[in-house]
């Protein structure tokens, strides 16, 4: 009958196996996550989705703690996501956020918030990262993170407003809205 090995001598992983299983954890709801950020932009939420996988493979020993590479790779990912301002300035394919489940109002929401605000919305509302994850996504933690969380639901709540046809509450939206994070990133 064999004997088990014991814990410290299996053989340790090969370097590209510990690269596909990181890609393997963090690639479906960090291109969700993008696709959120950009309004719904596929070919560039994908590009910037690979490119923060293929930084944080580079620095897999530093991101051993998966809640910690999540954050990591999100702060990658708005780095280079670039001038996301709101008002219109970017343009929204409300067909892809419409297959992910979002209305026009949710739509409208996520248009009014600058990249930081969007960022900081997705993260602690949608994926409910911790605070100090959320802290590390947007660069901002203690008071300037929680002025940046209130600013991204009020610009949030005024864009969903103006064209939505329920009042806003948890209600069918925040079922909606959680709907619409399960399918994006899962």
């Known amino acids: 009958m064999p004997t088990a090995m014991p814990n410290d001598q299996l053989p340790a992983p090969s370097p590209d196996l510990v690269r596909a299983a990181f890609r393997e954890l963090h690639a479906r709801r ?3 996550f993008a696709q959120l ?23 897999i020993d530093d991101l ?10 999100r702060q990658h990912v708005v780095a280079r996501a670039g001038g996301t301002a709101a008002g219109g300035s970017q343009a929204v394919d409300r067909h892809v956020l419409g297959d992910l489940g979002a209305d026009d109002g949710v739509v409208a929401g996520l248009a009014m918030l600058r990249r930081h605000e969007r960022a900081a919305l997705i993260a602690s509302a949608i994926e409910r990262l911790d605070r100090r994850d959320v802290a590390t996504i947007v ?45 994006t990133l899962t």
């Open 30 to 32: 960090l291109h969700g």
């Open 37 to 59: 950020l950009v309004l719904g932009d596929r070919a560039f939420a994908a590009r910037l989705a690979a490119d923060a996988l293929a930084s944080g493979a580079q620095n």
């Open 64 to 73: 051993r703690h998966p809640e910690r590479a999540a954050a990591w790779l």
């Open 139 to 183: 660069g901002r933690d203690g008071g300037a993170l929680d002025r940046l969380l209130r600013r991204a639901r009020t610009r949030y709540l005024q864009g969903y407003t103006a064209v939505a046809h329920e009042p806003l509450g948890d209600g069918p939206l925040t079922a909606r809205i959680r709907d619409v994070a399960q399918r």
